[in-house]
């Protein structure tokens, strides 16, 4: 089984350079897999919008939680070590430019030597598309054409797109992914649309929130999909999460029988000599396997 790993945002120490490079290379010592970060461009203050993954319905962090540039900081983080994969879990690209996006995707695959994965939704928080210009009922179709037009980037010599939202022609990008067929790109989302896409075009599914009784009917939506799509649900990774702390073997059963083939774990902590003996409490369950898709 791989293990990911994502920070403790709640505790304010993702834009802490020193804390950070720790937790990163006690982590990849350690033997995870990857290491996660989150985007939120900007959090309206006050906002209202209920938040779909948690029991309460609120959002769990502070509006004023220090959230840095997801991919700026994987630069940051892919300098200070020399083999743990470097995901966005999940990077909200219905508000990118596929682009610049693409540009920014590659440099950081070629720079780390290809441990570039994205993991991608369509933004849950309506305050924040509505602050950068997007529209909150496009955001599936934006997210699709993000995709497509990215992977064309990475694909052609001279790449061309014409869709609703996007259009070049004939462009040059590069350099282009280490990866064989570009970054990988993993679908996070709760919704039947996530599992959809998931099977359509994705490399993977995150089914970010999804009740335990729902997740059979996601992963079946997703096969079948993937399979009127002409290709293979058994080629799909499904990460599935649960918390750092107090993780044990029966936990790791239970996420196997769903179907997890990568389990991406989240901390609370931000006492890093706690969190290295909570990494080290995982160790014996992760398969240190090659990082990719």
Known sequence: MKFGITPPYRAN???DPEWMTYFVRNAESTGFDTVSVVEHVAVPAGFAEEYPYSKTGRWPLPTDCEIPDPLELLSFLAARTERIGLSTGILIAS??????LAKRLATIDVLSGGRMR?????????EELDALDVEFSSRGRRL??????MRAVWRED????H???FDFERVVSRPRPVQAGGVPIHIGGHSPAAARRAGRVGDGFQPIGVPVDALPVRLDLMRRTAEAAGRDPDGLELTLGAALDGFDEQQLETLRAQGATRIQLSAVS?????LAEQMWAV???IDNGTFGT
């Open 13 to 15: 120490v993702a834009s």
């Open 95 to 100: 508000v990118h430019h596929p682009l610049m």
């Open 118 to 126: 994205l993991g991608v939704g369509v933004g849950w928080m309506r």
């Open 144 to 149: 699709d054409e993000v995709i497509d037009a």
């Open 158 to 161: 001279e790449a061309s797109f």
């Open 163 to 165: 869709g609703e939202f």
């Open 270 to 274: 931000d006492d890093l000599s706690e």
């Open 283 to 285: 160790s014996p369950f």
